[in-house]
């Protein structure tokens, strides 16, 4: 009989009632204690936990974010600075006369063609309700016999739509078009000048080894915000020559479309009018032509 024990080489071996069959379950744990002594291979490994190593190329679109960050808090500090120095009066700012004046028109223009584009769009439904309720009248004297199907308001309501429709291009687009360039003269303007009025004090205040790289510094951003300034006013002024030459053409051409809609419409309405009074005295008879009546016959005296 057999006892439960372990070999030299630390296989366990369980006794069996055969001699043959104990051999062969011996043999089989032995293979499996071989199997769960093998090592995994490197697919089947769990990942370890620890420190994460950041390579370099994963650190410089961090370091460019914080960067950008901090130019941008040092440009609105100085832009706001800026701003509230010119409306306190304590600063200085640069100013182009011929290109302020030429800003305040192109302001004066746009408030002029909204309100010319709100008094056609009123025109225009004023128009409308009239040539709805003349075509209302249209079909009641057709049901009266009285055949009259030519609307002359229909017309006159789509030359004043076009003319609308065109306006608000002109005023919502083309002109709102450059007043975004206008406020990106403005906003380069004030950093400008933000930038200038640093380097002034920098240049007041001492200059040593450590005031020396500053002020370096502030004259190389100085020269790099001068020329956005620069290159900001030179588009708009060739934006605002491009603008001028257009609303004229476009006015010119809505004027002279306008002006003939409205007076075809009345040349139109006139005619009409006239053939209408016409047609009144020729199939009307005159007061007093007409024979009496039955009524006016029986009261008359014998």
């Not at 990942?47 to 994460?52: I, K, L, M, S, W």
Request: glycine share 6%; hydrophobic share 30%.
């Amino acid at each position: 009989m057999m006892v439960e024990g372990e070999n030299q080489r630390g296989e366990t071996l369980i006794p069996s009632e055969g001699e043959g069959s104990g051999g062969q379950e011996a043999i089989h744990m032995k293979e499996s204690v071989v199997e769960d002594n093998t090592e995994p291979d490197e697919g089947s490994r769990k990942p370890t936990t620890g420190p994460v190593v950041v390579t370099g190329n994963q650190k410089m679109p961090a370091i460019e974010k914080l960067e950008q960050v901090r130019k941008w808090s040092i440009t609105t500090y100085k832009c706001t600075k800026q701003v509230l120095s010119e409306k306190m009066g304590r600063g200085s700012r640069t100013v182009d006369p011929e290109l302020e004046a030429r800003i305040d028109i192109l302001r004066d223009d746009r408030r002029r063609y909204d309100h010319v584009t709100c008094l056609a769009q009123t025109l225009a439904t004023q128009l409308a309700q009239v040539t709805q309720t003349q075509r209302t009248l249209g079909d009641a004297f057709t049901e009266l016999s009285l055949k009259r199907r030519h609307y002359t308001g229909e017309v006159m309501v789509s030359a004043v739509n076009s003319f609308t429709s065109d306006m608000n291009t002109l005023v919502n687009k083309t002109i709102e078009d450059t007043m975004v360039n206008v406020k990106h003269y403005e906003t380069a303007r004030i950093e400008y000048d933000a930038y200038r009025c640093d380097l002034e004090d920098l240049n007041l205040g001492p200059r040593d080894t450590a005031t020396l790289p500053k002020l370096e510094q502030a004259q190389r951003t100085f020269q790099n915000q001068r020329e956005k300034y620069e290159k900001s006013r030179n588009d708009l002024s060739v934006k605002l020559k491009l603008l001028e030459e257009n609303k004229v053409k476009v006015l010119q051409h809505q004027l002279v479309l306008f002006h003939g809609a409205i007076a075809s419409n009345s040349t139109s309405n006139h005619q009409h009018l006239e053939l209408s009074l016409q047609q009144a005295s020729t199939k009307l008879p005159m007061p007093g032509t007409e024979p009496p009546s039955w009524l006016e016959e029986s009261s008359s005296p014998q």
